[in-house]
């Protein structure tokens, strides 16, 4: 039974890391999901399975030689209430992030494609918060290459300065 404890701990300890991992370079990487269902998909899977995989460490217990009763019960008291304070900040985040996440970049036309490479375009971009502004959305073009299925990497871009030859206008 050893053997299984070890494997859903460390299963639950990678979810974790990888989960903020990719939060962390998210944030300060220009990379993006490539679609805005796939970003949904992230915070669901995130804030329901980080208080998930904290719970499942207590199977850490599953593998320890020899604990008395007081020291079992203690581990999993501070599990349970590190688990129930993850998740009660993870709704206060939530929370307050929820009038954030609706002003987003949106991806309008494309403008350029790049003849030597098809996984690059120059698109316009516009960023709004949706049905909480008023204004009219601010418009920026940006060079969008495509990294994987899931994932584009973004970056702005002025288009006076585009070799000529290597980016193709789409709207002629």
């Given at each position: 039974?050893?053997?299984?404890f070890?494997?859903?701990?460390?299963?639950?300890?990678?979810?974790?890391?990888s989960?903020i991992?990719?939060?962390?370079?998210?944030?300060?990487?220009?990379?993006?999901?490539?679609?805005?269902?796939?970003?949904?998909?992230?915070?669901?899977i995130?804030?329901?399975?980080?208080?998930?995989a904290?719970?499942?460490?207590?199977?850490?217990?599953?593998?320890?030689?020899?604990?008395?009763?007081?020291?079992?019960?203690?581990?999993?008291?501070?599990?349970?209430?590190?688990?129930?304070?993850?998740?009660v900040?993870?709704?206060?985040?939530n929370?307050?992030?929820?009038?954030?996440s609706?002003c987003?970049w949106?991806?309008?036309?494309?403008?350029?494609?790049?003849?030597?490479?098809?996984?690059?375009k120059?698109?316009?971009?516009?960023?709004?918060?949706?049905?909480?502004?008023?204004?009219?959305?601010?418009?920026?073009?940006?060079?969008?290459?495509?990294?994987?299925?899931?994932?584009?990497?973004?970056?702005?871009?002025?288009?006076?300065?585009?070799?000529?030859?290597?980016?193709?206008?789409?709207?002629?």
């Amino acid at each position: 039974m050893k053997p299984f404890f070890k494997l859903v701990y460390y299963i639950s300890l990678a979810y974790i890391i990888s989960c903020i991992g990719l939060s962390i370079l998210m944030k300060i990487l220009p990379i993006e999901f490539s679609n805005d269902t796939y970003s949904e998909d992230f915070d669901s899977i995130f804030f329901i399975g980080i208080p998930i995989a904290i719970l499942l460490t207590l199977s850490r217990i599953g593998f320890k030689v020899e604990l008395s009763k007081t020291q079992i019960k203690s581990a999993i008291v501070k599990t349970i209430l590190l688990a129930v304070t993850c998740f009660v900040l993870f709704l206060f985040y939530n929370i307050v992030t929820f009038g954030s996440s609706m002003c987003t970049w949106t991806s309008g036309e494309t403008l350029y494609r790049n003849s030597t490479n098809t996984s690059q375009k120059i698109i316009k971009r516009y960023f709004g918060c949706g049905a909480t502004d008023s204004s009219p959305s601010t418009v920026g073009v940006f060079k969008v290459q495509q990294i994987t299925r899931l994932f584009i990497y973004v970056t702005k871009v002025d288009t006076t300065k585009l070799d000529r030859h290597e980016w193709i206008n789409v709207k002629k």
